[in-house]
């Protein structure tokens, strides 16, 4: 198993849904989560970041954390087209807050 | 403006042919990696530095070389490159006081042939 899973998707939804993107990882020692975002052709970029459970909200996105279950997600209001991209999931460990990667899920937003 | 820089963009090479893939951050960060990007199974940690010679291999460090000789400066080495490396590389920099946020490069997509 993985130490951090997530759907590649891609996950195709109508401009203005609420998405959903999703990862499960198994390493108990994660206490910062953090989201990327991929756009094509480019590198990673932070979009949002999360300490230990609870949820963060930042304008359209909200993270959330449930450490019990190991389920990190993130939610988009509204999406837009721009929101077009892969999102990675990558926690961290306190100690050397080196974030191990999921594969990313592939949103697209159609107009 | 803060940036990690990689430089080729784009490189093809052959079989054996030795390259060397630049990586340079104007932020004075401790900790650099490299990445390799492939379909299907994300993004794989190569080698990462701590600091100044200071380097350790990731996930998938076979074929690769990496050293940290200035801060700010992070090359991947190829000796002898084979097909089954050509990938999209990617070269990270963060600061870990406390700070988890992982600035990336453009990217470096290498094809070898």
């Known amino acids: 198993q993985k130490e951090v899973e997530q759907d590649p998707g891609p996950l195709s939804v109508p401009e203005g849904a609420i998405v959903s993107l999703n990862c499960t990882y198994s390493n108990s020692a994660f206490q910062y989560f953090m989201w990327y975002r991929q756009y094509s052709r480019k590198g990673p970029e932070l979009l949002m970041y999360t300490y230990s459970s609870g949820n963060k909200e930042d304008g359209r996105f909200t993270a959330q954390v449930d450490k019990s279950s190991k389920y990190i997600s993130l939610f988009i209001r509204d999406s837009q087209p721009s929101d077009s991209a892969t999102y990675l999931c990558?926690?961290?460990?306190?100690?050397?807050?080196?974030?191990?990667f999921g594969r990313g899920t592939s949103l697209i937003v159609h107009p | 403006e803060a940036q990690v820089t990689q430089n080729p963009r784009y490189l093809i090479t052959v079989t054996g042919k030795k390259l060397t893939v630049t990586c340079s951050q104007n932020m004075n960060h401790e900790y650099m990696s490299w990445y390799r990007q492939d379909p299907g199974l994300g993004l794989r940690q190569i080698y990462y530095s701590m600091n100044v010679e200071v380097t350790d291999k990731g996930d998938v460090p076979e074929g690769y070389k990496v050293s940290r000789k200035e801060k700010r400066n992070f090359p991947l080495i190829l000796e002898s490159p084979s097909p089954n490396q050509t990938s999209l590389y990617f070269c990270?920099?963060?600061?870990?006081?406390?700070?988890?946020?992982?600035?990336f490069g453009q990217g470096t997509r290498l094809t070898v042939v």
């Open positions: 990270a920099s963060s600061s870990y006081a406390g700070n988890t946020e992982a600035f």
């Open positions: 990558a926690p961290a460990s306190g100690g050397s807050y080196i974030p191990t």
